[in-house]
């Protein structure tokens, strides 16, 4: 992604950033060093942390670089990974997730990060924030490392719902290209839907209605459909954005997570199997910290929470402070490249675009 500004400028310009610092399994030192480590590089973001205020102004007292820079917003309770998302729609109000996102509903905050209950946090934003007009069904969009140059493809959605009909599946290519637009620079991303083979006839009727919504789409929506992909072309250079639905998208999420753990495990057996191996290991190490970079989770930490009337950014609910970090730079992207402001309009048009092709398609059907 592209790198943060450097250059320091008056605080009234600065980006808020509002930080739940009480999600999370690793607690607010996790999140209080992760924004310390976002300040370090970035005079450019300042933060309203919301949780117990007592706790906070500890941590923060300590980090010198955060002088300034924050604003505590006291929530005496917290929601747990445990919480079931519709007891906190209900019951949530004076937790830290519900602070969190309301400072993004008063316009205080830009974007809203939480490492916390995915579920819970996605049921909050959909209740205090609104859906975008025409959108049915918001998404979560992740980054995955690639071939690509930019590094990574975004996929969506990764999990904000099992179910996504033809309509759901436009509206998620239009919301990934977007995303891929604005977060990866990229002025006109390919995308690509996914499928269990790339051929015309393979697919849920479903998709191939998609197909024909997505490709109609595409010329008003400022991106090139590249048609079906296969999982194999999830990290590959063949397109920027992988569009499916959240059951489908979850699974390879959590399997491409446990694959790279497994060979990061695997690497670690074999070279520490012998001496000869851990002298090879030191001999690669310099390739094999490159590698790690690469392919480590924390550095591209950050799931996208689209369709909504705000921008949310869901960390990793095990993140540590890089991982803490890695999110909050991508919030700031998002927030400085004007996102959310493009978003519905591109919605809306990719929505015209759909109704169009599906009467044009209902109309060849009237006539044949």
């Known amino acids: 992604m592209a790198p943060l500004p450097d250059a320091p400028v008056a605080p009234s310009v600065r980006t808020v950033i509002s930080v739940d610092a009480m999600g999370g399994d690793r607690g607010p030192a996790a999140v209080v060093a992760g924004i310390a480590a976002s300040a370090a590089k970035n005079p450019d973001i300042a933060f309203i942390l919301h949780g117990d205020e007592a706790e906070l102004r500890r941590l923060i007292a300590r980090r010198r670089v955060l002088e300034g820079r924050c604003e505590i917003r006291h929530a005496p309770r917290a929601v747990t990974m445990h919480d079931k998302p519709s007891q906190v729609m209900r019951h949530g109000e004076g937790t830290s997730m519900w602070s969190c996102i309301d400072s993004v509903k008063k316009g205080e905050a830009t974007v809203a990060v939480s490492c916390g209950n995915t579920g819970a946090l996605m049921a909050l934003s959909m209740v205090r924030l609104r859906k975008l007009p025409g959108v049915n069904r918001p998404a979560i969009a992740c980054l995955w490392p690639s071939r690509n140059p930019s590094g990574f493809n975004v996929m969506l959605d990764v999990g904000a719902d099992i179910r996504a009909d033809a309509e759901d599946l ?150 540590d402070a890089t991982g803490v970090s890695a999110a909050i730079k991508l919030a700031f992207l998002l927030a400085q490249s004007g996102f959310q402001d493009g978003l519905a309009a591109r919605v809306a048009s990719a929505g015209r675009a759909g109704q169009d092709a599906a009467a044009n398609g209902a109309g060849g059907t009237d006539n044949s």
Not at 182 to 206: D, F, I, M, Q, S
Not at 219 to 228: H, I, P, Q, R
């Open 170 to 319: 436009l509206q998620f290519a239009t919301m990934g290209a977007s995303y891929a637009r604005n977060g990866l620079g990229l002025a006109r991303p390919r995308v690509g839907l996914l499928n269990v083979g790339t051929e015309e006839h393979k697919g849920r009727a479903e998709l191939k209605l998609a197909q024909d919504l997505i490709a109609a789409a595409a010329v008003t929506g400022d991106f090139d459909y590249a048609g079906f992909v296969e999982g194999g072309d999830i990290p590959g250079a063949q397109v920027d954005v992988i569009v499916t639905d959240g059951f489908t998208g979850n699974i390879a999420l959590k399997t491409g997570e446990g694959t790279a753990k497994l060979i990061a495990d695997f690497l670690k057996e074999a070279f520490n199997a012998t001496f000869l191996s851990r002298i090879a290991a030191l001999l690669a190490l310099t390739s094999l910290q490159r590698l790690q970079k690469r392919i480590d989770p924390r550095r591209v930490n950050g799931g996208v929470f689209l369709g909504l009337n705000g921008t949310v950014v869901k960390s990793h609910g095990s993140a």
